[in-house]
């Protein structure tokens, strides 16, 4: 008979212990890199999404606002003079805001000069100023109400009798009080012996005033900082409010760069640019501006390690028709958005 012996276990040898763990060495290592390279994809993949939704979004508000430039309810200002000289962005008073409503778009180029209630403004890079009545009636359903806190209203007249839109209009100032009413009082607005009215011209109680809206001056401009000293450029806005005074409120961050040219319909009035300038300069070709080219250098706000850039960007024209390059030695990653919007409300009076 054969007689077999069951063979024990006994352990492993220290040679065989040493295989083991180099293999599972290796195996730890390859799921460590596979881990890190997946994560570092998705940390760029996110960057990337946001860099895009940013520069979209940024662009996407500069061309609603500049499609709202001079809407100014159902007042038709087509008639009014422009000021003899550009105004401060920075006016707050309603004289002063009723002597640049036909200044519907205004701007600085290359931020050349800085607004006095503007801080921190990057240099070579424009500001945008839109005057216009919000679209939103005061007090309806989805819109904020009245508030007598100094904030600028707008008020257009819808009554037709001798004392409304039948007046005699030979100057800036018969409009005033006749056609529209500015004020940062808001009982003028509201009382129905010195507010504007609607069709049916009644100012016995409960009366029916004109619709009031309010006022807005908004003055965009590329900060140097989001927060201060964070070195994250960013889209920000003056909005012209309670007081009134203007407010800075952070909109987009990491957008680096804002360049704008303007179509003036001039010589010919049609509602169609003849030209396009990065400085029209006048109150004449501002007030004859009907379309903008924005240019928008978005960023990301995070390096990414071990990508450098040698990038040259063009960003449309300067004041004297040449390209505007900006190029970069480091470790961000960008991209250039370009859009042309028409100022609907100028370039349809212009054009009719």
Same mark, same amino acid.
């Given at each position: 008979m054969n007689i077999h012996h069951r063979t024990r276990q006994t352990g492993l040898s220290i040679v065989e212990l040493m295989v083991s763990i180099t293999i599972g060495l290796l195996i730890l290592a390859g799921l460590t890199t596979i881990l890190v390279n997946n994560s570092r994809a998705r940390t760029e993949? +996110?960057?990337a999404n946001r860099q895009i939704e940013n520069g979209r979004y940024a662009l996407q508000l500069l061309s609603d606002d500049l499609k709202l430039a001079g809407y100014t309810a159902e007042f038709d200002p087509s008639n009014m003079t422009l000021p003899a000289a550009l105004p401060s962005p920075c006016l707050t008073t309603p004289a002063d805001?009723? =002597?640049a409503l036909m200044l519907h778009v205004q701007g600085v180029d290359n931020a050349a000069t800085t607004p006095s209630c503007l801080s921190d403004v990057k240099s070579n890079t424009d500001i945008l100023v839109i005057r216009r009545a919000s679209t939103c009636e005061a007090g309806v359903a989805g819109c904020a109400a009245a508030t007598n806190d100094g904030t600028p209203y707008f008020q257009a007249s819808l009554c037709s009798n001798a004392t409304e839109l039948n007046a005699a209009i030979t100057n800036n100032a018969s409009y005033l009080g006749s056609y529209y009413q500015l004020d940062t009082n808001l009982a003028n607005l509201t009382n129905t012996a010195t507010a504007l009215h609607n069709r049916d011209c009644t100012t016995t109680p409960p009366g029916t005033v004109a619709a009031i809206h309010r006022y807005r001056t908004h003055i965009y401009f590329i900060a140097n900082n989001n927060n201060s000293g964070d070195g994250i450029p960013t889209l920000k806005r $003056? +909005?012209?409010? *309670?007081?009134? =005074?203007f407010t800075? @409120? $952070?909109l987009v961050d990491g957008i680096e760069n804002l360049q704008i040219q303007y179509g003036i319909d001039s010589p010919v009035v049609d509602g169609t640019p003849d030209s396009y300038m990065a400085a *029209?300069?006048? @109150? $004449?070709n501002w007030g004859a501006a009907v379309t903008a080219k924005i240019n928008l250098l978005a960023?990301?706000? +995070?390096?990414?390690a071990g990508y450098s850039t040698t990038k040259t960007y063009t960003l449309g024209y300067d004041a004297s028709d040449d390209p505007i390059t900006v190029s970069f030695t480091d470790s961000y990653k960008r991209h250039a958005y370009q859009s042309q919007v028409r100022l609907n409300n100028s370039a349809g009076r212009r054009g009719s």
């Open positions: 993949i +996110e960057r805001l009723q =002597a $003056a +909005e012209l409010g *309670p007081g009134p =005074a800075i @409120v $952070a *029209p300069g006048s @109150v $004449a960023r990301n706000t +995070e390096i990414t």
